[in-house]
């Protein structure tokens, strides 16, 4: 079945012929699995990749979404004294078995290449699952003294994992994103960039996807392999799951040592770099996806949206020749404003139709126009995420439209907030935590810790929810009991189930 052959139209002007629409999304009550699904795959977003297990497309739509992701990024990154390079995607077996604990953490997932046409390899090929590696050991080429520090490179690159359980941009085989991997002088240097860049990625998901976030320190069974310390920042998604939507590790000197990334100090004596690596990646639009979206499909924060403002002229006689001028020279005027705009003059389909069909794209802002909008010089504009609705003079538009996009996006961070704060929880007892998680919306749980790996195991195993980070701003673990043991608590722990 296709689009055209779903489901019903929706909108107040406009019916007949072409009003069936995209979709019948399932609900988010009925099966929020499903209903994810339907968003990716009706939204357009990305399609499934036949022959190919657990890999995707990405189609138009939701790479204009990355290319929004990377652009707002990438000038952070850049600000801050970063640039970018390119690594190979392979990686040979014997530089990969260098870094023992790496090696250990990421053998399940890693994809081999055995063959080059018909002649088989003297040694296996790696692709890159992360690029330590690779880029460790071109440092160590590179890197010769403390005047050539300290060394900050980003990449935007594909990598890939060989995941069992796959989904649409929350984990799929092969996936995009952006690592950054950094060279220090000194291990204070290596941690202050460390927590640089998780702050980067905080102000950067909070402020252009209104995306909530508990920024932390993972616990040593959670932090990366062959990390001295990882950090993240962690969203809750609409049925309370957690979703890891950032990590900066600070390497330590592990893999300076493993690759012999090394260098003549101030006193003339060679040492070993200290080193970290940070990324984000695509499964941040499966965030944006989780966070904002409702029955009807996405709701898509203006500061990401492909379209801000999508212009739907409503057709009445011979309105190529009388709305349609009106409705590109209102698309012409958002423009030189600044607005990212769709004028949407389809003939095959009726205003109903686009109605829905934006409106399951998560286009913050709707224009109608039609002939008694000209006579009365306004336009009818519709928002996305409240659904509210007003006649708007066409004098001014512009500064109407851009203070309707900047509440927009404030609102729906309040909103994503709201839900956050309300689905956070604090509890002493392990009972009570247990009834938590096996909620429908088990959301964050904070309880004092003692920091076991053997409990935390336990836990997971008895729960399937897991440490998500030591939040930086969390109630205090002093004088605390240990919510599983009983033994003095050590720190304050937030746990939650998650993607």
Same mark, same amino acid.
């Given at each position: 079945m296709n689009e055209q052959q779903q489901g019903k139209g929706q909108g107040t002007r406009g019916g007949g012929k072409g009003d069936a629409f995209v979709t019948a999304i399932t609900s988010q009550g009925e099966d929020y699995s499903r209903w994810y699904l339907d968003v990716v795959l009706r939204a357009e977003l990305a399609d499934y990749t036949p022959g190919l297990k657990g890999c995707m497309t990405i189609r138009p739509y939701g790479y204009a979404?990355?290319?929004?992701?990377?652009?707002?990024?990438?000038?952070?990154?850049?600000?801050?004294?970063?640039?970018?390079?390119?690594? =190979?995607?392979?990686? =040979?077996?014997?530089l990969l078995m260098k870094e023992a604990e790496h090696v250990e953490g990421f053998a399940p997932e890693v994809a081999w290449v055995t063959h080059g046409g018909k002649e088989k390899l003297e040694e296996r090929l790696a692709i890159r699952p992360t690029s330590e590696v690779i880029i460790g050991t071109m440092y160590a080429k590179w890197l010769q003294s403390w005047r050539d520090l300290p060394i900050l490179i980003n990449q935007w690159a594909n990598i890939v994992r060989w995941e069992k359980v796959t989904r649409p941009f929350l984990r799929t085989t092969e996936f995009l994103w952006q690592e950054g991997h950094t060279v220090h002088e000194t291990e204070p240097e290596a941690e202050e960039e460390t927590l640089k860049i998780l702050g980067v990625y905080k102000e950067f998901v909070e402020t252009e996807l209104a995306m909530p976030v508990i920024e932390g320190r993972k616990s040593d069974a959670e932090k990366f392999a062959g990390a001295a310390k990882t950090y993240s920042i962690e969203a809750l998604m609409g049925d309370g799951r957690a979703l890891q939507a950032g990590t900066s590790h600070n390497l330590g000197q592990n893999f300076a040592k493993a690759f012999e990334i090394k260098f003549q100090g101030r006193d003339k004596v060679e040492q070993h770099a200290w080193t970290t690596s940070w990324g984000v990646s695509t499964r941040l639009i499966g965030g944006l996806i989780m966070v904002h979206g409702d029955d009807s499909g996405l709701v898509l924060p203006p500061n990401i949206a492909p379209y801000q403002v999508v212009i739907v002229p409503i057709p009445r006689g011979d309105w190529r020749e009388t709305v349609l001028p009106h409705a590109q020279a209102i698309k012409e005027q958002l423009v030189a404003a600044g607005v990212r705009v769709m004028l949407d003059d389809r003939d095959a389909y009726t205003p109903g139709w686009k109605f829905a069909e934006w409106e399951m794209r998560g286009v913050p802002v709707r224009l109608e126009i039609g002939p008694k909008d000209i006579e009365k010089q306004q336009v009818v504009l519709a928002r996305r995420d409240t659904r509210e609705k007003q006649f708007v003079p066409m004098d001014g538009l512009s500064v109407y439209v851009q203070g309707w996009l900047t509440d927009i996006q404030a609102t729906l961070l309040a909103r994503a907030t709201q839900v956050r704060e309300e689905r956070t929880h604090y509890t002493e007892s392990y009972d009570e935590f247990k009834t938590l998680m096996a909620g429908a919306r088990p959301g964050f749980v904070y309880a004092p810790w003692c920091d076991d790996a053997d409990v935390e195991a336990r836990v997971k195993t008895e729960t399937q929810a897991t440490i998500r980070n030591y939040p930086f701003v969390a109630p205090s673990a002093e004088g605390k009991t240990c919510f599983v043991t009983g033994r003095p608590a050590t720190v304050m722990a937030c746990f939650a189930k998650a993607y």
């Open positions: 979404i990355w290319e929004r992701i990377q652009q707002l990024l990438d000038a952070r990154l850049k600000a801050t004294g970063h640039v970018n390079a390119y690594f =190979p995607l392979f990686i =040979p077996e014997s």
